[in-house]
C-alpha cells in the first residue's frame, strides 16, 4: 500500500504520496516552482538549480526535484533569497544563451526571464558572452536542427532519448561552458536517430526544433490546437496537431494521456504532409474510355447506385463485395458493413485483417473467446519477460517497443525474441532463437515438451481455467513427446540449449507478456503457430491477471475496430456470428430492416473475393480506403481478377494502384478531416477528431455510404453526425454498450465496457476466458512442413514485412518529406555467404522470380539479418511489388494468405 | 594490429570504453583517434556513436586530429604557475616553432598543457609521451627537445 506523508510548502498543508518527487508534488498542487531540467516522464537531473528550496534540518539551498517527500517536512519554496538565487541563475544561463527566436516553438526559458523580470536588459548582471563561444549548430538531420548556442544543457533531450525512447542517441560533447549535445560525431543526420523527435518535444529553449513547416509556424499568432489519433500503426497515439491557415504545421504527443504519455515516432510527428498534398483526390472521377473524367457528386453517385442495382437484378445478391478499411473510422466502417449487409445483402464484406492478424484473432477466439490483445500497452514497462515472435515491433509498433525497451533497460526483464530475421530489438534482448522460416510449430512444441518435462507448468491454473484440466494436458503432453531436442534443433536449426533457456525463463516469469506479429500469424499454419503460443501460456498460467497474457500489436491504425464494429464475413459488431439467428433479429430491429433479409450465411473472405471475382462470381465490388494491387498476395491473379469485374468503385484520399482499375473513384478524407473513434491494439476506444477542412468535394466515408444506400432505395438511417453513428454501434455490440463520445473526450476506453457506469476493461480473462464455457481450451496440433520449399529450381525463400519510414502501401507515408529521406528505395537482403555465392555486391540490381510472377531491378543489400537461404524485402514500394512473388493459398482456419514465406530465385545481370 | 584486432583484446564491456581508447590512440602513430576507430569501439561495445564520441572528446589527454609523434604537456597547475610554467611554454612554442595545441611541421611534437602532474617538489614540470621532466629551464628545454630530435632518427 502507498503511503500518505504530509508536508508543508510555505505554510500549506499537502497530503503527498510518501517518498513522491517533491517539485512534482508541489506542481500538482499548484505551487509553480521553477524549472528548467526537471520533466515528469524523466528521473531528476539537478541541473538548472531553478527549483531550489529550503527544507528544514537541511542545509543550504537544495534542489527539490532531487527530494523525496518525507513525513513532516517543512519546504520554504519562496522567499526573497531563493528568488534572488533564481534571478541570478536565470541571468547567468542568459549571458550563455542566444535569445532570439522565430516562434516556431515553446520557449519555457523565455517565460521565466519574463517571469523573473530579466526581459528588461538594464536588470541583467552579464553580458552576453555566447557569441564568443564558439558554439557550433547542426542542421544535418532530416527533421531537426540543434542550435548549441540556445541550448541550456538541462539533459532532457539526452534523457527523452535513452530514458523514454530508449535509443540513447544523443550524448554531450566536450566540457564545461564549451560543452553542448551531439548526435553521433556532431552529425546528427549520420547519428542513428530514427527522427521520433522525443527530444523536440522535450526541449525547453527551442535548442532543438523540428525543421518541416517550421517557416509557417507562428505560435504567437492565430492557431488551433487539435487532439486526435495518429493516422499510421495501431498504437493509436494521441497526437496533438498545430493548424495554422488551414493546414496542419505540426504535431505533437500528447502528455499524460495513454496509451502513448507523448511519445509518438518519426510517422507520428512528421508523416502529415499527405493531408495537404496536391495529389489528394478532390472530385469524383468517372472513367469514359478507359480515361478517368470529373464528375459531380451526383452523377457520380448516380452511376454507382444504378450498376450496383442492376448487379443485384441480373446476378443476384451474392454478386457483389465491399472491402472496407483498416484506416477509417468505426463510424465510417460500421455504416459500410452495415451497408453491404442490408444494401447488398450478403455478408462478403472483408478487409484487410484478413491479411494481417485473421489466424492470431481466429486462434484467440478458439482458444481464449476473445480475438484481441489481452493487457495494455503500458504494461510491457512492469512485465519482467517478454516474448516477442514474429514481430518487428521497434519499426512496426515504435511507441510500444518504447515500453519493452525500459523493461528491458531499466528494470532487468528479460526479452526472448523468436525470429528468422535480425530486429533492432535483439540489441535489448537476453535471447533470440533464430528458426528457419515456417518451422515455429516444431519450435514451440519443443518448448512445450521442456515445460511439461520439468514440471514448470502451473497445475492450479490448468485445473480450474484449462477446459478438461490435467487430462487437456495429457493429450498436449502426448502430442508434444516427439519433439525432443535433437528433432526440434534439427527442423529449426535453434540450438537446444537456447531454446530450453527461452522455455524456462518463460515459463517462470512473473508477469510475462507475448507480442506476437506478422511473422506468425502471415503463414499457411498461423493459426497453428498461435495455437501453440496460446498452449504454451495455458499450461504455465501466464494470463489472466494484469501484466501477462498475450498482445497481437496491430498493423494500422482502426485494424482493430474495424472488426469490432463487426467489418467480417463471419461475425456481426460486437463478434456475434453472422449465423446466430437471435442477434440477427436484434440488429434487424435496432436497424429497422426485415430480419429475413439478413443473410444467415457466412461472406467471403479477402482473398475468397477476390478468387470469386476470378471466376465470375463476384461482379461488383466496393472498395473503400484499400489498395489490394499492391497488399493482396499472388497479385498477378488479383489483377486479372479485379479485370474481370463489371464494376469496381473505389473510395480513396490518394490514387493507387487499384484506383486505376477503377470504374469510379469517390474522393475521400483523411484522418485530419474526419471526426469519429478509432480503436487501438489494447482495445482502447479513442477520439478521432477533424483538425483541417476536406480538399476539394471529398466528403467523409460514411457521408458517401449513405448516399448511396439512399440511392438504391435502402436507407441506411440519418445520422447528424458520428456521435450517433456510435451509439448505434453501441446499441449493437455489448462490448461497447457503455461508451460514448462524451466519456472519450479526455481519454479512451478499453472495451468490453458494458455499461454507462463501467470504467473499461485494461486485462481480460481475470475471472473467466470469454468462451461457452468461460475455460480455456488448448488446441495441440502437430508441425507440417510448408507446401512450398526451397528447391533446385527456386533456391530461396523470400520474407515480406515492413520498415520504419513506409507505412502499407506507402500511400500516404510516401507522400511525406521527411519519411522520404530516411527511407525511399525498395531492396532485398541477402546473407552474405549467398551474395557471394551469387557474386553479387551491394547496390547491384537482380530480377527476382517465383512461380506467381517476377518482379525487376531491386536493389540488393548484403546483411547478416536473414539466414543463409533466406531474403527479406519490405512490400510498401509499388515500383518493387513484391507480392507478384507471394502466394494466394490460405490457411484453412483464417483463410490468411502466407507472406512470409515465398520459394524464389534471383536473375541477376538485369 | 588493425583496428579490429585492437578492440578484441578486451571483453566487449562497456567499462573498458576507456582502455579500448588508450589501446587504439597508442597504437596509431599520429597519436590521435580517428573516426573509424570510435565507429568499430561504438560498434563492438553496443553503444551509440555519441557516447563514445562524448567520452573521446572529455577527456584532454584524446585527440580526434593527428598529433606529432611526442606529445609535451606542461604543467599549469599552481605550484608550476608560480615557478613561471609561462615562460617555460613560450620558450618551448620558440625552440617548436609552434603554438600551444598545435603540432611542429616534421610531425614529431605537438605541444599541450596539463593539470598539476604531482612534481610539485620538483617543478616547473612536464611530461613527454610517458616521461615526466622537472626542474626545467631554457637550457634543459633545449637539451630534452634535442635529445627527442636524435631519438626519432635513431629509432
Redesign the interface.
Known amino acids: 500500500m502507498e503511503k500518505t506523508v504530509s508536508i508543508h510548502i510555505d505554510g500549506k498543508k499537502l497530503n503527498v504520496q510518501e517518498g513522491k518527487n517533491l517539485l512534482q508534488a508541489a506542481k500538482e498542487n499548484n505551487i509553480d516552482i521553477p524549472h528548467l531540467c526537471y520533466h515528469r516522464k524523466l528521473s531528476p537531473t539537478g541541473a538548472c538549480r531553478l527549483c531550489i528550496v529550503k527544507i528544514n534540518g537541511q542545509k543550504g539551498l537544495i534542489a527539490s526535484c532531487t527530494v523525496r517527500a518525507e513525513e513532516g517536512m517543512e519546504v520554504i519554496a519562496f522567499d526573497e533569497e531563493l528568488e534572488e538565487a533564481r534571478r541570478f541563475i536565470l541571468d547567468y544561463l542568459l549571458s550563455e544563451h542566444d535569445e532570439s527566436s522565430d516562434g516556431s516553438y515553446m520557449d519555457e526559458f523565455k517565460e521565466l526571464v519574463v517571469r523573473y523580470g530579466l526581459d528588461d536588459k538594464k536588470k541583467r548582471k552579464y553580458a552576453p558572452i555566447w557569441k564568443y563561444l564558439g558554439y557550433p549548430s547542426d542542421n544535418s538531420s532530416p527533421v531537426l536542427t540543434y542550435e548549441a548556442a540556445k541550448c541550456i544543457k538541462c539533459f532532457r533531450c539526452i534523457k527523452a532519448c535513452d530514458e523514454v525512447q530508449g ?9 564545461g561552458i564549451a560543452s553542448y549535445i ?5 552529425k546528427w543526420g ?3 536517430c530514427d527522427g521520433c523527435g522525443e527530444c523536440i518535444q522535450l526541449c525547453p529553449t527551442g535548442a532543438i526544433v523540428e525543421k518541416p513547416h517550421r517557416d509557417q509556424i507562428m505560435l504567437h499568432q492565430d492557431h488551433k490546437k487539435v487532439k486526435t489519433t495518429c493516422p499510421y500503426c495501431g498504437v493509436g497515439c494521441q497526437l496533438e496537431l498545430i493548424v495554422q491557415n488551414g493546414k496542419i504545421v505540426r504535431a505533437d504527443g500528447v502528455e499524460g494521456v495513454s496509451p502513448n504519455d507523448g511519445r509518438l515516432c518519426v510517422k507520428g510527428r512528421f508523416g502529415y504532409d499527405y493531408v495537404s498534398h496536391p495529389d489528394r483526390l478532390k472530385v469524383p472521377l468517372i472513367k469514359k474510355g478507359g480515361r478517368f473524367t470529373e464528375a459531380g457528386w451526383d452523377e457520380a453517385l448516380d452511376l454507382v447506385a444504378e450498376k450496383f442495382s442492376e448487379t443485384i437484378k441480373k446476378h443476384g445478391k451474392r454478386s457483389l463485395a465491399g472491402y472496407a478499411s483498416a484506416k477509417t473510422t468505426n463510424e465510417d466502417n460500421y455504416l459500410f458493413m452495415k451497408f453491404v449487409r442490408t444494401v447488398f445483402g450478403n455478408n462478403n464484406v472483408d478487409y484487410c485483417t484478413r491479411l494481417c492478424h485473421a489466424s492470431t484473432v481466429t486462434a484467440m477466439l478458439r482458444s481464449l473467446g476473445d480475438g484481441a490483445g489481452s493487457n495494455s500497452i503500458e504494461d510491457y514497462e512492469k512485465s519482467d519477460c517478454i516474448l516477442v515472435t514474429g514481430n518487428n515491433m521497434i519499426e512496426t509498433h515504435p511507441v510500444t517497443a518504447t515500453y519493452v525497451k525500459y523493461a528491458a533497460q531499466r528494470r532487468g526483464a528479460r526479452i526472448i525474441i523468436i525470429d528468422p530475421k535480425w530486429t533492432p530489438l535483439v ?1 535489448d534482448s537476453h535471447i533470440w532463437l533464430q528458426p528457419r522460416l515456417g518451422t515455429d510449430v516444431a519450435l514451440l512444441n519443443g518448448m512445450i515438451r521442456v515445460i511439461i518435462r520439468e514440471e514448470l507448468i502451473d497445475r492450479r491454473f490448468i485445473e480450474k481455467r484449462v477446459e478438461g484440466g490435467m487430462k487437456a494436458l495429457e493429450e498436449l503432453k502426448a502430442l508434444t513427446e516427439k519433439y525432443t531436442l535433437e528433432y526440434v534443433e534439427e527442423i529449426t536449426g535453434v540450438p537446444a540449449e537456447m531454446m530450453q533457456e527461452a522455455a524456462r525463463i518463460y515459463a517462470g516469469a512473473r508477469r510475462p507478456l507475448i507480442a506476437t506479429g506478422m511473422g506468425y500469424s502471415q503463414q499457411l499454419t498461423g493459426t497453428h503457430n498461435v495455437f501453440c503460443l496460446i498452449n504454451m501460456m495455458l499450461i504455465t498460467g501466464q494470463i489472466g491477471r494484469k501484466g501477462a497474457g498475450l498482445n497481437p500489436p496491430r498493423g494500422q491504425n482502426n485494424v482493430q475496430g474495424v472488426s469490432d464494429v463487426g467489418a467480417s464475413p463471419f461475425t456481426y459488431p460486437g463478434y456475434v456470428p453472422v449465423g446466430d439467428d437471435e442477434n440477427r433479429r436484434k440488429v434487424a430491429k435496432i436497424w429497422n430492416v426485415p430480419y429475413r433479409e439478413l443473410d444467415p450465411e457466412k461472406g467471403l473472405s479477402t482473398v475468397e473475393i477476390m478468387q470469386a471475382a476470378y471466376r465470375g462470381e463476384i461482379r461488383a465490388m466496393y472498395i473503400m480506403g484499400e489498395n489490394p494491387m499492391l497488399t493482396d498476395p499472388n497479385l498477378n491473379h488479383t489483377e486479372e481478377a479485379i479485370k474481370k469485374l463489371d464494376f469496381l468503385v473505389v473510395q480513396d484520399i490518394f490514387h493507387t494502384e487499384t484506383t486505376a482499375l477503377a470504374d469510379v473513384v469517390l474522393p475521400a478524407t483523411s484522418f485530419a478531416e474526419s471526426e469519429g473513434t478509432f480503436v487501438n491494439s489494447d482495445r482502447r476506444v479513442l477520439r478521432v477528431r477533424k483538425a483541417v477542412d476536406p480538399p476539394g468535394q471529398a466528403r467523409q466515408d460514411w457521408e458517401i455510404i449513405t448516399d448511396i444506400a439512399k440511392r438504391m432505395g435502402k436507407p441506411l438511417g440519418s445520422y447528424r453526425d458520428e456521435s450517433e453513428i456510435w451509439d448505434e454501434i453501441a446499441r449493437t455490440s455489448p462490448i461497447f454498450a457503455g461508451i460514448s463520445f462524451s466519456r472519450l473526450e479526455k481519454q479512451g476506453i478499453q472495451w468490453p465496457c458494458p455499461s454507462k457506469e463501467h470504467p473499461g476493461t485494461p486485462t481480460l480473462f481475470e475471472e473467466r476466458f470469454n468462451t461457452a464455457s468461460g475455460l480455456a481450451k488448448l488446441h495441440p496440433v502437430d508441425y507440417a512442413e510448408q507446401t512450398e520449399k526451397a528447391d533446385n529450381e527456386y533456391p530461396y525463400i523470400l520474407n515480406t514485412g515492413r520498415i520504419l519510414y513506409q507505412y502499407h502501401s506507402s500511400t500516404m507515408s510516401r507522400r511525406n518529406v521527411s519519411l522520404n529521406q530516411f527511407a525511399n528505395e525498395a531492396y532485398v537482403l541477402m546473407h552474405p555467404d549467398d551474395a557471394k555465392k551469387q557474386g553479387l555486391s551491394n547496390g547491384d540490381k537482380v530480377d527476382i522470380s517465383s512461380r506467381r510472377g517476377v518482379i525487376r531491378s531491386i536493389t540488393v543489400k548484403i546483411s547478416g539479418e536473414v539466414l543463409l537461404g533466406e531474403l527479406f524485402m519490405p512490400f510498401h514500394y509499388s515500383e518493387a511489388p513484391v507480392n507478384r512473388l507471394t502466394r494466394d493459398e490460405l490457411d484453412p482456419y483464417s483463410k490468411i494468405a502466407p507472406f512470409k514465406l515465398s520459394a524464389v530465385k534471383i536473375v541477376t545481370g538485369s | 594490429m588493425s583496428i579490429k584486432e585492437i578492440i578484441r583484446q578486451f571483453k566487449p564491456e562497456h567499462h573498458n570504453l576507456l582502455n579500448i581508447m588508450h589501446a587504439l590512440q597508442n597504437s596509431n602513430p599520429g597519436n590521435y583517434l580517428t ?1 573509424e576507430a ?1 565507429e568499430e569501439t561504438a560498434s563492438y561495445l ?6 563514445v ?2 567520452v573521446a ?2 577527456y584532454t589527454m584524446f585527440s580526434l586530429e593527428p598529433r606529432g609523434r611526442y606529445i609535451i604537456r606542461v604543467c599549469i597547475s599552481p605550484v608550476c604557475e608560480i615557478i613561471k610554467a609561462e615562460t617555460i611554454i613560450k620558450h618551448l612554442e620558440k625552440v617548436l616553432g609552434i603554438k600551444t595545441g598545435q603540432t611542429s611541421s616534421d610531425r614529431l611534437f605537438t605541444l599541450e598543457l596539463s593539470e598539476c602532474l604531482g612534481q610539485c617538489h620538483k617543478a616547473p614540470s612536464m611530461m613527454i609521451n610517458d616521461r615526466v621532466h622537472n626542474c626545467l629551464d631554457k637550457n634543459s628545454i633545449e637539451e630534452i627537445i634535442e635529445e627527442y630530435r636524435q631519438m626519432s632518427k635513431s629509432d
Open positions: 535509443k540513447n542517441v544523443l550524448s554531450f560533447t566536450k566540457r551531439t548526435g553521433g560525431f556532431e549520420e547519428s542513428e540489441k | 573516426k570510435l553496443g553503444l551509440t556513436k555519441a557516447s564520441y562524448g572528446t572529455y
